[in-house]
C-alpha cells in the first residue's frame, strides 16, 4: 500500500506525517510537495517525496501513479474559486491514476449552510468521480485565537470581544493530525465522512478562564459592540457550534485541554498564524 499527502510541507501536512511514520513504514508513504525546495527535512524522515502542484496537472498524473490512498489536503489559496479548481484537478488525476481511495480535508457541518461552499463542493464532486472517499470535515483551527490578541488580554486583565452568542467546537492541528492518522491506516473507511470537532464547545468566558489560569492573574471577559475585526464576519458563516465524538473516537483520547491549546499563541515565539 502506498498513502500520499498532498501538502505535505503545510502545517497540517506535517503532522500527519509525523504520526503516519510511527504507524507504518516510511516506504509506504509519499509526501506530494508543491515546491521542490521544501524536500530536504522529508527527505531525511526517509519518505519519498513527488512534485504535486495542484495548478499543474502534469505532476499530479506522475505524482499519483501507483498510489493506493491518496489524502487531498484542502489548497491554501485565499480564493475559493482557485481553491476549487485546484481540488477538480486533484480528483480527476486520481481518477486517470486508478487510485483506489481519497481522502479529503473538509469542513465541519459545511453540509449544514449554504451548499455552494468550495467544501461541499468538493465533496461532492468527488462523490460524482466514483471514488472511494473518505472526508475528514475539520473543525476551525484553534489558531484563530490569534486574531484576538491574547497577549493584551493578558497585560491588561481584560478579553474584549463583540458581543454574541459565540461557541466554538475548534481544536488543534496537532489533535487532527492524529485523528487522521488513524482513520488512514484504519482499513473499512470507504465513503465516511467524520466530523472532527471538540465534543463540547468553549466560549470566550471560557477562553478568559484559561488565560487567567495561564498567567496566574484575573483576565475578566468583556463584550464591546464597537469592536471590529473581519474575522467576525468569517465565523458567523461557518458552523463553530455543532459537535461530534468522531474526533475523540479516532484520537482514542480526548482534545487536547483548550488551556494547552491556546499556549502556542500567547508564549514569545508566537509564529503561527491564522
Ligand atoms: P498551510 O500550512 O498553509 O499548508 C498548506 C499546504 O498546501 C502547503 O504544503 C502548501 O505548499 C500546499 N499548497 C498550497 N497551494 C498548493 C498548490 N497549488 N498545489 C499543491 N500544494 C499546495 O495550511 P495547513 O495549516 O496545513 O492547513 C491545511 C489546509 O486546511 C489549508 O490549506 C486550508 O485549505 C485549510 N484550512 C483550514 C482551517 C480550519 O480552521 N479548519 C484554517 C485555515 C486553513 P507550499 O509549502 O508550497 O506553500
Given at each position: 500500500?502506498?498513502?500520499?499527502?498532498?501538502?505535505?510541507?503545510?502545517?497540517?501536512?506535517?503532522?500527519?506525517?509525523?504520526?503516519?511514520?510511527?504507524?507504518?513504514?516510511?516506504?509506504?508513504?509519499?509526501?506530494?510537495?508543491?515546491?521542490?525546495?521544501?524536500?530536504?527535512?522529508?527527505?531525511?524522515?526517509?519518505?519519498?517525496?513527488?512534485?504535486?502542484?495542484?495548478?499543474?496537472?502534469?505532476?499530479?498524473?506522475?505524482?499519483?501513479?501507483?498510489?493506493?490512498?491518496?489524502?487531498?489536503?484542502?489548497s491554501?489559496?485565499?480564493?475559493?474559486q482557485?481553491?476549487?479548481?485546484?481540488?477538480?484537478?486533484?480528483?480527476?488525476?486520481?481518477?486517470?491514476?486508478?487510485?483506489?481511495?481519497?481522502?479529503?480535508?473538509?469542513?465541519?457541518?459545511?453540509?449544514?449552510?449554504?451548499?455552494?461552499?468550495?467544501?461541499?463542493?468538493?465533496?461532492?464532486?468527488?462523490?460524482?468521480?466514483?471514488?472511494?472517499?473518505?472526508?475528514?470535515?475539520?473543525?476551525?483551527?484553534?489558531?484563530?485565537?490569534?486574531?484576538?490578541?491574547?497577549?493584551?488580554?493578558?497585560?491588561?486583565?481584560?478579553?474584549?470581544?463583540?458581543?454574541?452568542?459565540?461557541?466554538?467546537?475548534?481544536?488543534?492541528?496537532?489533535?487532527?493530525?492524529?485523528?487522521?492518522?488513524?482513520?488512514?491506516?484504519?482499513?473499512?473507511?470507504?465513503?465516511?465522512?467524520?466530523?472532527?470537532?471538540?465534543?463540547?464547545?468553549?466560549?470566550?468566558?471560557?477562553?478568559a478562564?484559561?488565560?487567567a489560569?495561564?498567567?496566574?492573574?484575573?483576565?475578566?471577559?468583556?463584550?464591546?459592540?464597537?469592536?471590529?475585526?473581519w474575522?467576525?464576519?468569517?465565523?458567523?458563516?461557518?458552523?463553530?457550534?455543532?459537535?461530534?465524538?468522531?474526533?475523540?473516537?479516532?484520537?482514542?483520547?480526548?482534545?487536547?485541554?483548550?488551556?494547552?491549546?491556546?499556549?502556542?499563541?500567547?508564549?514569545?515565539?508566537?509564529?503561527?498564524?491564522?
Amino acid at each position: 500500500m502506498q498513502i500520499m499527502i498532498t501538502g505535505a510541507t503545510g502545517q497540517l501536512g506535517g503532522l500527519i506525517l509525523e504520526n503516519l511514520l510511527q504507524k507504518m513504514p516510511a516506504g509506504q508513504i509519499i509526501a506530494g510537495v508543491r515546491n521542490p525546495g521544501k524536500t530536504s527535512e522529508l527527505h531525511q524522515l526517509g519518505l519519498e517525496t513527488r512534485i504535486v502542484d495542484y495548478d499543474a496537472p502534469e505532476t499530479l498524473d506522475k505524482a499519483f501513479a501507483g498510489v493506493t490512498k491518496l489524502l487531498l489536503i484542502s489548497s491554501s489559496n485565499s480564493d475559493d474559486q482557485v481553491r476549487l479548481a485546484q481540488h477538480l484537478r486533484v480528483i480527476d488525476a486520481a481518477q486517470r491514476a486508478g487510485v483506489d481511495h481519497i481522502l479529503y480535508t473538509s469542513f465541519a457541518f459545511s453540509q449544514k449552510g449554504n451548499s455552494d461552499n468550495v467544501h461541499s463542493l468538493t465533496e461532492q464532486a468527488v462523490q460524482d468521480s466514483g471514488l472511494r472517499y473518505t472526508f475528514l470535515r475539520n473543525a476551525l483551527y484553534i489558531d484563530f485565537v490569534n486574531v484576538l490578541d491574547l497577549k493584551e488580554a493578558i497585560r491588561s486583565g481584560v478579553l474584549t470581544t463583540l458581543p454574541g452568542n459565540w461557541r466554538f467546537n475548534a481544536v488543534s492541528r496537532s489533535d487532527l493530525a492524529l485523528a487522521t492518522a488513524a482513520i488512514l491506516t484504519q482499513s473499512g473507511q470507504e465513503n465516511q465522512s467524520y466530523e472532527l470537532t471538540a465534543s463540547q464547545t468553549w466560549t470566550f468566558d471560557d477562553l478568559a478562564g484559561a488565560l487567567a489560569g495561564l498567567a496566574g492573574k484575573p483576565v475578566i471577559h468583556r463584550e464591546d459592540p464597537e469592536m471590529q475585526h473581519w474575522f467576525y464576519n468569517f465565523l458567523s458563516t461557518i458552523d463553530t457550534v455543532s459537535t461530534t465524538t468522531d474526533l475523540e473516537r479516532w484520537m482514542g483520547r480526548k482534545v487536547t485541554p483548550l488551556k494547552e491549546s491556546i499556549l502556542p499563541f500567547i508564549g514569545p515565539q508566537q509564529t503561527q498564524t491564522f
